[in-house]
């Protein structure tokens, strides 16, 4: 970060202006630019000038998504990806060789485990997953292979919290690159980066967005590996359109006061629903019966959006739960002004067997609740209709 408050980067960071000096920047939809002669073409691709070359390596749109995210984390460097497990892929393929064992926390996302267990494995690039209440044993898990630790904080979609300070101490006892899944957060609540983390990576999909428009992932960090990552990424395409980037750019110049205000919904939902005779348990980082409050408190501003419980009844209740739902949303996705009301069993985690569901915590009841921005009261009303 730099001397100037979050909210300030946030809407003031720009590119370069043009010659029409506009006020708010204008979109780039150049897919490449143009050379003065041979000379400063050949010293361009060189590398010997920073310059944009072909929008698949940078764009005026995506440096300054880039550099308000770089900015709001305290990165050195980032690059920026057409979604979010675009980002996931392409940080740890671009870092990791055939050999290589990553140490994850056995709470991720499903789709990252699917490339941990379906993926990697094709190229000799094997995991293995600790458990997120047993901090003892992550070291002993640790092989000589061990080239990095992956771990989300708050978890996707149990809402579990890590302690990123003690991650981070491991990773650095062990000479391991530390990357954290920061989604969930957003770099206004929690920047991993002061507690160790080498890499944090955020679906620009999700609460960067804000809206459930675009799709966008990110990686920023330490900039030696991000340009391990950015030669990866440049020669295999994922990057971010500079339409999307345009969109995220101006949507994180409200991102802190969109996620006060998710932030403050959640909690109140959750502590509604902690005194529900229908539902047998609740989690969320900011209620103090989390087991991890403490430590949520002492890395996060504030909880975040994502509320998780589970429904009294098993399956046939959740699923009854579901089909009584008038306001909120049925989808997959999260982060979004209206609130998304999601079954991980059935959807984000259904590739995932039984048994791997209930060691991540997730109970068939189990519900997801992205609280958006609507008043709290209607929310609230909605949630109690369907579970009654």
């Known amino acids: 970060m730099s001397n100037k408050q979050f909210e300030t980067e946030a809407i003031r960071t720009q590119v370069e202006r043009t010659q029409f000096l506009e006020h708010s920047s204008p979109l780039y939809l150049t897919s490449s630019y143009v050379f003065e002669d041979a000379e400063d073409m050949r010293a361009s691709f060189a590398e010997e000038k920073e310059r944009n070359i072909y929008?698949?390596?940078s764009n005026p749109n995506t440096s300054e998504f880039v550099t308000k995210v770089c900015k709001m984390e305290g990165a050195e460097a980032g690059f920026a990806f057409a979604s979010g497990m675009a980002a996931v892929y392409s940080t740890l393929a671009a870092l990791l060789d055939s050999g290589d064992h990553i140490l994850s926390a056995g709470n991720i996302f499903g789709s990252t485990?699917?490339?941990?267990?379906?993926?990697?494995?094709?190229?000799?690039?094997?995991?293995?997953?600790?458990?997120?209440?047993?901090?003892?044993?992550?070291?002993?898990?640790?092989?000589?292979?061990?080239?990095l630790i992956y771990a989300e904080s708050p978890t996707n979609p149990g809402v579990d919290v890590l302690d990123l300070e003690a991650l981070g101490k491991?990773?650095?006892?062990?000479?391991?690159?530390?990357?954290?899944?920061?989604?969930?957060?957003?770099?206004?609540?929690?920047?991993?980066?002061?507690?160790?983390?080498?890499?944090?990576?955020?679906?620009?999909?999700?609460?960067?967005?804000?809206?459930?428009?675009?799709?966008?992932?990110?990686?920023?960090?330490?900039?030696?590996?991000?340009?391990?990552?950015?030669?990866?990424?440049?020669?295999?395409?994922?990057?971010?359109?500079?339409?999307?980037?345009?969109?995220?750019?101006?949507?994180?110049?409200?991102?802190?006061?969109?996620?006060?205000?998710?932030?403050?919904?959640?909690?109140?939902?959750?502590?509604?629903?902690?005194?529900?005779?229908?539902?047998?348990?609740?989690?969320?980082?900011?209620?103090?019966?989390?087991?991890?409050?403490?430590?949520?408190?002492?890395?996060?501003?504030?909880?975040?959006?994502?509320?998780?419980?589970?429904?009294?009844?098993?399956?046939?209740?959740?699923?009854?739960?579901?089909?009584?739902?008038?306001?909120?949303?049925?989808?997959?996705?999260?982060?979004?002004?209206?609130?998304?009301?999601?079954?991980?069993?059935?959807?984000?985690h259904s590739k995932l067997t039984k048994e791997e569901r209930l060691a991540s915590g997730i109970a068939d009841g189990m519900v997801r609740i992205s609280v958006g921005l609507e008043h709290i009261d209607d929310i609230i009303a909605d949630i109690k209709q369907a579970l009654g």
Not at 118 to 147: M, R
């Open 55 to 57: 929008s698949r390596y």
């Open 170 to 348: 491991i990773a650095k006892r062990h000479n391991l690159i530390l990357v954290i899944d920061n989604c969930f957060a957003s770099p206004y609540l929690q920047q991993p980066i002061k507690f160790g983390a080498d890499l944090v990576i955020h679906s620009g999909t999700k609460l960067m967005d804000g809206q459930g428009r675009v799709l966008a992932g990110i990686t920023v960090g330490n900039a030696e590996l991000v340009d391990k990552i950015y030669r990866f990424s440049r020669i295999t395409g994922p990057a971010l359109s500079p339409f999307n980037a345009w969109v995220l750019s101006k949507s994180l110049e409200t991102l802190a006061i969109r996620v006060d205000r998710h932030c403050e919904n959640a909690l109140k939902l959750a502590e509604f629903l902690e005194v529900h005779d229908k539902v047998n348990w609740v989690k969320y980082p900011f209620l103090k019966s989390h087991p991890m409050h403490e430590v949520a408190k002492k890395q996060m501003k504030a909880g975040g959006c994502v509320v998780a419980f589970e429904v009294k009844g098993g399956l046939a209740a959740g699923q009854k739960f579901f089909d009584a739902i008038k306001l909120l949303s049925l989808s997959a996705n999260l982060g979004d002004s209206r609130s998304i009301v999601t079954h991980p069993a059935s959807t984000t």
């Open 113 to 147: 485990h699917s490339l941990f267990t379906t993926i990697f494995p094709k190229w000799n690039i094997s995991h293995s997953y600790f458990k997120i209440d047993d901090f003892d044993s992550v070291e002993s898990l640790i092989t000589p292979k061990t080239k």
